[in-house]
């Protein structure tokens, strides 16, 4: 990492067609007030339930394993033009050509958390045959882990989309990621935990905006601390 905390040897890919990172706003057509203005939110989550049925069908289209981060990191670039209020005339074509065009690279970046969550799982099942003291550390190391790797899951689109680096360099900046930025690693934290309650209050949400909504949230977080390092 350099002096700036991103990736050492970091290319940046300022590709013409890379959105301009700003607040996240929904331009209404004010000549219609208040009609035009809810035509528009509601055009804004009917592409996020979209897309998060998208993210579904791209998983599903790689066997889940190798398909989950393609389909990720598609359903994050559409997402990240959202956010900056541009419009999106279609999903299907620009989600699924994002899809194949990184499915080798994001299933590279994304093998070191597959590993990780088999590690969670045994640790998980040890907890089952344990109790007492050691149970309880166990249970504490699981959670800070598991939290700790979440964080640093929310980095990775966003740098990848970000920063043209080999799959080490990217997963060096990720690792570190959370320790340079805890504000952003903190209010990433407690973003998903209002998602996660929320979803769990109204379970219909799960499937309309389970996967879209969080990483609509922690990738327009993560992408403005990105802007930020970037302007130093």
Excluded: C, K
């Amino acid at each position: 990492m350099d002096d700036h905390g991103h990736p050492a040897g970091t290319a940046r890919t300022d590709r013409p067609d890379r959105p301009r990172r700003r607040r996240p706003v929904v331009a209404a057509d004010e000549s219609f007030g208040w009609a035009g203005r809810a035509m528009t939110w509601l055009r804004y989550g009917t592409q996020l339930v979209g897309i998060n049925v998208l993210i579904g069908l791209g998983t599903l289209a790689g066997g889940v394993v190798l398909g989950a981060f393609p389909a990720l990191a598609a359903g994050g670039t559409l997402l990240a033009r959202l956010a900056t209020g541009q419009a999106l005339p279609a999903l299907w074509s620009p989600f699924w050509s994002q899809w194949r065009q990184g499915w080798r690279r994001h299933n590279v970046l994304g093998a070191p958390v597959w590993v990780v969550l088999v590690l969670l799982s045994l640790d998980a099942s040890a907890l089952q045959v344990l109790d007492g003291p050691a149970a309880a550390v166990l249970t504490g190391g699981l959670v800070v882990i598991g939290g700790y790797a979440l964080i640093a899951l929310t980095f990775l689109f966003p740098a990848a989309r970000r920063y043209d680096t080999t799959a080490r360099r990217t997963w060096r900046f990720v690792a570190a990621a959370p320790l340079v930025s805890p504000g952003t690693a903190t209010s990433v934290l407690v973003t998903l935990a209002a998602v996660a309650l929320v979803v769990w209050t109204l379970p219909v949400l799960g499937p309309l905006l389970g996967v879209s909504l969080p990483l609509l949230a922690s990738g327009w977080l993560v992408d403005h601390r990105l802007d930020t390092l970037d302007a130093r």
